[in-house]
């Protein structure tokens, strides 16, 4: 079977630098197709995702629910609302949290709430299995799920 050459783009909307660290780690170990985007609050995920173009949209959002000056929540509600950015995939993730911010988290728009992977093990699983299920089901749909 010969292997797809198409790179996919990750958001990665966090502002802990020893998490994104464990991000790149993960992303060079397990999928050296995917660019990860670092940014490191709300603002500049919006300007990202505006200013991309439909080829440069991530594959998946992965969104730490606390950030600082506009929490995560409320950053999935803005791009829940935006027609650019309401179909793709967000992830939010964090490392303490309540079910209250589980609940909330879906009923705003998340695809899915993960608490925040612990190590680079547990961060390089996480991160395979999450790509690979939404690069099949953006297969499987033709388009973004």
Known sequence: MQQSQTRHTILFVEDESADIELARLAAMV?????????????????????IATPEQLPLIVLLDLKLPKLDGLAVLRRLRLHPVTRDIPV?????????????????VGANSFVARPRDAMQFTDFFSHQLDYWQTSKRYHGTRP
């Open 30 to 50: 397990c999928r050296p197709e995917c660019d990860i985007h670092v940014v490191v609050n709300a603002d500049a995920a919006f300007d990202y995702l505006m």
């Open 91 to 107: 992830l939010v993730f964090s490392t303490e949290f309540t079910y209250a911010d589980v609940l909330m988290s879906y009923q």
